[in-house]
């Protein structure tokens, strides 16, 4: 057998690169320090889960120059004792992992025995600790050891990391600016606060506090040492079991959301992990109640069995696999959803007023063919306190007093004591696409007396002729004409008087999106349901306010329009009185 080697010809004939030979430790621990120390934060990470593991019931987090410079972690746990010091700073010495089998079953933070081997690679670490021993303290520069020496310290271990990467000078150029590496700090404790709301949690940077957490257990309350009132209020509770999956956390309102994911923070078994899987889960749960590119926001804690996860994916251990994603997924989709149906769907019982405004006032209307008189609003209105008071037959209507219409695009009232405004086409949307939805008879097809010819583009047309038969159930009925014509003879009902416009809107959004065939028929329905909803700009009689605002009050999902956006904005007295400084 003949082997061949072909070298590169630009190494030249004596290039180092030709033998192959063993690195220097000192080297290979700077390499692998790498993996696991990427910049401040990662080490206050380390340094934090460490003190997870000892049993800690309070940690403080200090840094300065965005920890470049200086990071000390403090905390109460059970400490090191001497004879393990030294033993603490060598690479895979660990005490969480006794066998392989433990591998397959982590439920610490730490497991693979690299965080201060690694941090001390790569900058000055001083390290104190009390197991009940009175306290020693090691020093370690650069992955050496310089001292080691008994020290009266209190009970549990502190840490300080300076000049990090000071003698990997390459690395260090990299760092962004001292407050780009401050922010990275503050989001890692305050992930790491929020999944242990168990352990107090105190950070300062450059000797300001910036919170402290009580470490009660109570969720929430840590959420409004960090974040404050405003942000908590917004935020709703969960819980669910799914078979031997649990769920639990703070969920945002529709309308508390990011322009990114950051606003997410998922603890699988108590640690903070990423992963796509759960963020597309969880905004899968919103789907229909935000706008595009609005993402959710939600502190998140599944419960899985040990075996089920695998944490050993990654050298910084933030993350994780599922033995069976499909079951995770949809555990935390139902959870999300069921309480987020709660305040779509509110039902109560009552009756329903109208402010009475001055005839003067009140100007004709365009008036919409859509809100039908069949809502369950058939008594005769009668004078009472200058109110017009109309009962419903409808037990499921919650108690509104309509006090009338704004700017000719919302509608003022008051539901269940609080004073709502409501944006009048994107609830009269709503409705629409529920009839739509729900009935398919609904979706009433009108011939055209003069059909209307509409030349295409050649890939439109392809859609057109591919689409046909969907086109038929939104209520067009299309022939082609020529080469690069076709004749609309018929159209939804709801479309009049824009023929054209509600087509090629359709035909477009087919167009940019890649929807599967359930989801292309949904987005025909939903243009269908707001071209013929009621206008921004158009006034509507007291009549119409009535019906529209006592179906809309009664309708599946009312608080958001078919494309996401909020119908409703709701206030409550404490929110008036707090902002009128009462």
Same mark, same amino acid.
């Given at each position: 057998?003949?082997?061949?080697?072909?070298?590169?010809?630009?190494?030249?004939?004596?290039?180092?690169?030709?033998?192959?030979?063993l690195? +220097?430790?000192?080297?290979?621990? @700077?390499?692998? =320090?790498?993996?696991?120390?990427?910049?401040?934060?990662s080490?206050?990470?380390?340094?934090?889960?460490?003190?997870?593991?000892?049993?800690?019931? *309070?940690?403080?987090?200090?840094?300065?120059?965005?920890?470049?410079?200086?990071?000390?972690?403090?905390?109460?746990?059970?400490?090191?004792?001497?004879?393990?010091?030294?033993? !603490?700073?060598?690479?895979?010495?660990?005490?969480?992992?006794?066998?392989?089998?433990?591998?397959?079953?982590?439920e610490?933070?730490?497991?693979?025995?690299?965080a201060?081997?690694?941090?001390?690679?790569?900058?000055?670490?001083?390290? *104190?600790?009390?197991?009940?021993?009175?306290?020693?303290?090691?020093?370690?520069?650069?992955?050496?050891?310089?001292?080691?020496?008994?020290?009266p310290?209190?009970?549990?271990?502190?840490?300080?990391? &300076?000049?990090?990467?000071?003698?990997?000078?390459?690395?260090?150029?990299?760092? @962004?600016?001292?407050?780009?590496?401050?922010?990275?700090?503050?989001?890692?404790?305050?992930?790491?606060?929020?999944?242990?709301?168990?352990?107090?949690? *105190?950070?300062?940077?450059?000797?300001?506090?910036?919170?402290?957490?009580?470490?009660?257990?109570?969720?929430?309350?840590?959420?409004?040492?960090?974040?404050?009132?405003?942000?908590?209020?917004?935020?709703?509770?969960?819980?669910?079991?799914?078979?031997?999956?649990?769920?639990?956390?703070?969920?945002? &309102?529709?309308?508390?959301?990011?322009?990114?994911?950051?606003?997410?923070?998922?603890?699988?078994?108590?640690?903070?992990?990423?992963?796509?899987?759960?963020?597309?889960?969880?905004?899968?749960?919103?789907?229909?109640?935000?706008?595009?590119?609005?993402?959710p926001?939600?502190?998140?804690?599944?419960?899985?069995?040990? @075996? #089920?996860?695998?944490?050993?994916?990654?050298? #910084?251990?933030?993350?994780?696999?599922?033995?069976?994603?499909?079951?995770?997924?949809?555990?935390?989709?139902?959870?999300?959803? #069921?309480?987020?149906?709660k305040?779509? +769907?509110?039902?109560?019982?009552?009756?329903?007023?109208?402010?009475?405004?001055?005839?003067?006032?009140?100007?004709?209307?365009?008036?919409?063919?859509?809100?039908?008189?069949n809502?369950?609003?058939?008594?005769?209105?009668?004078?009472?306190?200058?109110?017009?008071?109309?009962?419903?037959?409808?037990?499921r209507?919650?108690?509104?007093?309509?006090?009338?219409?704004?700017?000719?695009?919302?509608?003022?009232?008051?539901?269940?004591?609080?004073?709502?405004?409501?944006?009048?086409?994107?609830?009269?949307?709503?409705?629409?696409?529920?009839?739509?939805?729900?009935?398919?008879?609904?979706?009433?097809?009108?011939e055209?007396?003069?059909?209307? =010819?509409?030349?295409?583009?050649?890939?439109?047309?392809?859609?057109?002729?591919?689409?046909?038969?969907?086109?038929?159930?939104?209520?067009?009925?299309?022939?082609?004409?020529?080469?690069?014509?076709?004749?609309?003879?018929?159209?939804?009902?709801?479309?009049?008087?824009?023929?054209?416009?509600?087509?090629m809107?359709?035909?477009?959004?087919?167009?940019?999106? !890649?929807?599967?065939?359930?989801?292309?028929?949904?987005?025909?329905?939903?243009?269908?349901? *707001? @071209?013929? !909803?009621?206008?921004?700009?158009?006034?509507?009689?007291?009549?119409?306010?009535?019906?529209?605002?006592?179906?809309?009050?009664?309708?599946?999902?009312?608080?958001?329009?078919?494309?996401?956006?909020p119908?409703?904005?709701?206030?409550?007295?404490?929110?008036?009185? &707090?902002?009128?400084?009462?």
């Open positions: 057998m003949t082997v061949f080697c072909v070298m590169n010809a630009r190494r030249g004939r004596n290039s180092t690169l030709s033998k192959i030979k690195l +220097d430790q000192h080297l290979i621990d @700077k390499i692998a =320090a790498g993996e696991v120390v990427e910049r401040p934060a080490v206050v990470k380390e340094l934090v889960e460490n003190g997870i593991d000892a049993g800690s019931t *309070c940690l403080e987090i200090e840094i300065r120059n965005g920890g470049i410079d200086y990071i000390q972690v403090s905390d109460n746990g059970a400490g090191i004792e001497e004879d393990d010091l030294v033993l !603490a700073f060598a690479r895979h010495a660990t005490s969480k992992l006794e066998t392989e089998d433990d591998l397959f079953s982590v610490s933070m730490g497991f693979r025995g690299e201060l081997s690694s941090i001390a690679a790569v900058s000055r670490v001083e390290l *104190c600790s009390n197991a009940g021993d009175g306290g020693n303290c090691i020093r370690v520069e650069g992955g050496q050891v310089v001292s080691c020496q008994p020290a310290v209190p009970p549990g271990t502190t840490v300080i990391v &300076r000049n990090l990467f000071f003698n990997t000078p390459a690395r260090r150029k990299f760092l @962004k600016s001292p407050v780009t590496e401050g922010n990275h700090v503050y989001d890692t404790v305050v992930r790491l606060a929020l999944s242990h709301p168990e352990i107090s949690f *105190c950070f300062r940077n450059e000797h300001r506090m910036v919170f402290m957490t009580s470490g009660n257990g109570d969720l929430r309350e840590a959420v409004l040492a960090i974040f404050g009132g405003d942000f908590t209020r917004r935020l709703l509770d969960i819980e669910f079991q799914y078979g031997d999956i649990k769920v639990s956390g703070l969920i945002g &309102r529709p309308d508390l959301t990011r322009k990114n994911r950051k606003g997410q923070i998922f603890a699988v078994n108590s640690r903070v992990v990423r992963n796509s899987m759960l963020s597309a889960s969880l905004e899968d749960a919103y789907q229909g109640m935000l706008v595009s590119r609005e993402r926001v939600g502190i998140i804690f599944l419960t899985i069995p040990h @075996k #089920q996860v695998d944490v050993n994916v990654h050298p #910084q251990k933030a993350e994780v696999r599922f033995h069976d994603e499909k079951t995770v997924y949809t555990a935390l989709k139902t959870a999300v959803r #069921q309480e987020l149906l305040i779509a +769907d509110p039902v109560t019982t009552a009756e329903t007023y109208l402010y009475h405004e001055p005839a003067s006032e009140i100007r004709a209307p365009v008036s919409s063919p859509y809100i039908s008189n809502s369950g609003y058939q008594a005769q209105p009668v004078l009472h306190d200058d109110l017009l008071l109309f009962e419903t037959t409808d037990e209507t919650p108690p509104i007093k309509v006090y009338g219409q704004w700017q000719d695009s919302y509608l003022i009232c008051e539901i269940d004591g609080n004073l709502s405004i409501i944006d009048q086409h994107a609830a009269h949307e709503r409705l629409l696409y529920n009839r739509l939805i729900a009935n398919p008879a609904e979706r009433l097809c009108q055209l007396a003069v059909p209307v =010819a509409l030349e295409l583009q050649p890939d439109l047309l392809r859609l057109v002729e591919a689409r046909i038969d969907h086109l038929a159930e939104l209520g067009y009925h299309l022939n082609r004409l020529g080469e690069r014509t076709v004749v609309v003879r018929s159209m939804p009902a709801m479309t009049v008087g824009g023929e054209v416009e509600a087509l809107e359709i035909l477009e959004a087919w167009q940019d999106q !890649a929807l599967s065939e359930e989801a292309v028929l949904d987005s025909g329905l939903k243009i269908l349901a *707001c @071209k013929g !909803a009621v206008k921004a700009g158009q006034r509507l009689q007291e009549r119409e306010i009535i019906e529209l605002i006592g179906k809309w009050a009664v309708t599946e999902n009312r608080n958001f329009c078919p494309h996401g956006r119908v409703c904005y709701t206030i409550d007295r404490t929110e008036i009185e &707090r902002l009128l400084k009462r």
